[in-house]
């Protein structure tokens, strides 16, 4: 890649959007709670439930990101290891508050939760003992929100220690909780999946579903690193740490990640519909009536596949703002209908649109300017790039000599 930053390079004025997370949490807390008063409980605990799977993903996918940073000790994600450690602890606050809601109205979420459930256990609630009871449910809840909690703290903490020490020890801790965690991140999530978004039918299951959450995590996640970056560089000191492939490297993951979603999902399908057992086909057949069959065939199919995947093909388009940035606002809005296809025909069996849309995207405001309003906060309290990061100069394009200072004998590479 040529050393010439093909985006444009144009200064951001940030300052008429400062505001913007106090009035999505205005906004949204105040809609969120007329549609509680006015609505049901469980019309709220449901959009309550998509907000939050929505922000977790963006969370979880930059735990990920961050993770295969240290196991493959790449160089080109050195500039956005900060801003995604930053990211990853958003698991601990605000989101382990957050599902205090979803904890208390469990009942109106998950029917199997009621007594006169587990006193009279079905066929499909026996099979899934211990994980679909009272205890379990709770339990399987404290156990992966503390494990996504210590892993994304521990990782931040090392990765600020290193800021003040240099330590190899610090390298040594985070790679550490990086290869440990990566499979408990595969364990958890996937207990995550389950046990909030396919428990709302307990009779289906799907041994893919852990990783179709996955895949549309890190591949929402992603466009958010990138416009983050985008962001930074041209507000910030990070404007002579991030280079072109920092750019090209995230855009290049976000086409993987597209089509690596496109293939968990059709294969879940493809397995389902072919062995045609009804307790499991009937997942799909729910989503091929009113709406949800448009959802389905036309949102979901050309908008979260197909659009991304053609856009992204070209090299150049990875660099482009005019592509980029409105992709990632599609991204978003694609995440958005597929939480909707993977949730909402639990409560609305034949259609995506009624008034609980709105309490949808009451909640989601709240919960994007919770966010944030934190994760801002974090950019401001510590440095914004890792000061003593090992691959720095690397990242930088700089060649330091064997035995040298880089302080003192930087030279530009060629």
């Known amino acids: 890649m040529s050393d ?33 008063a006015v609505g049901s409980a469980k019309q709220f605990a449901f959009s309550w439930l998509l907000a939050y799977m929505f922000c977790l993903s963006i969370a979880v996918g930059a735990w990920f990101l961050v993770m295969v940073h240290h196991l493959f000790d790449a160089s080109w994600s050195v500039p956005t290891r900060r801003y995604c450690e930053h990211l990853a602890c958003l698991l601990g606050f605000p989101l382990v508050p957050l599902f205090i809601p979803i904890a208390l109205l469990a009942k109106q979420l998950y029917p199997w939760l009621r007594p006169d459930h587990q006193a009279n256990p079905s066929h499909s609630l026996e099979s899934k003992y211990p994980l679909f009871t009272m205890p379990g449910y709770y339990i399987s809840v404290a156990v992966v929100l503390g494990i996504w909690w210590l892993y994304s703290n521990r990782l931040r903490y090392w990765s600020l220690r290193q800021d003040e020490t240099g330590s190899a020890e610090c390298t040594h801790k985070m790679r550490f909780y990086s290869a440990s965690g990566v499979v408990l991140f595969a364990l ?41 970056a985008l962001i930074l560089q041209r507000t910030t000191v990070l404007r002579d740490l991030i280079k072109v492939k920092t750019y090209y490297m995230i855009g290049s993951l976000f086409l993987a990640f597209t089509v690596f979603w496109a293939y968990v999902n059709f294969a879940q399908y493809f397995i389902i519909w072919n062995a045609n057992m009804p307790e499991e086909t009937f997942w799909y057949n729910l989503r091929a009536v009113g709406t949800w069959d448009l959802v389905g065939k036309y949102v979901i199919i050309f908008g979260h596949f197909f659009i991304p995947f053609l856009m992204l093909l070209r ?97 530009r590479a060629k």
């Open 4 to 36: 010439h930053n093909p985006l444009p390079t144009l200064e951001l004025d940030l300052s008429k959007w400062r505001s913007l997370p106090m009035q999505l949490i205005v906004v949204g807390g105040i809609g969120s709670v007329i549609g509680l």
């Open 188 to 228: 958890t999530v996937t207990l995550a999946a389950i046990a909030w978004m396919s428990g709302l039918m307990i009779e289906w299951y799907s041994t893919m579903y852990g990783v179709c959450y996955f895949a549309a995590s890190v591949w929402m996640t992603l466009p958010t690193v990138y416009v983050i």
């Open 315 to 411: 090299i150049d388009f990875k660099l482009k703002l005019v592509t980029m940035l409105p992709l990632a606002a599609w991204a978003w809005l694609m995440h958005f209908f597929d939480l909707e296809f993977q949730i909402m025909p639990a409560l609305h069996t034949n259609s995506i649109l009624s008034w609980g849309l709105l309490l949808d995207v009451a909640s989601l405001m709240f919960f994007v300017g919770v966010m944030m309003k934190v994760f801002i906060a974090s950019l401001n309290k510590y440095p914004l790039y890792p000061q003593k990061d090992p691959r720095i100069a690397e990242a930088m394009d700089i060649y330091v000599p064997p035995h040298s200072d880089i302080a003192t004998a930087p030279h």
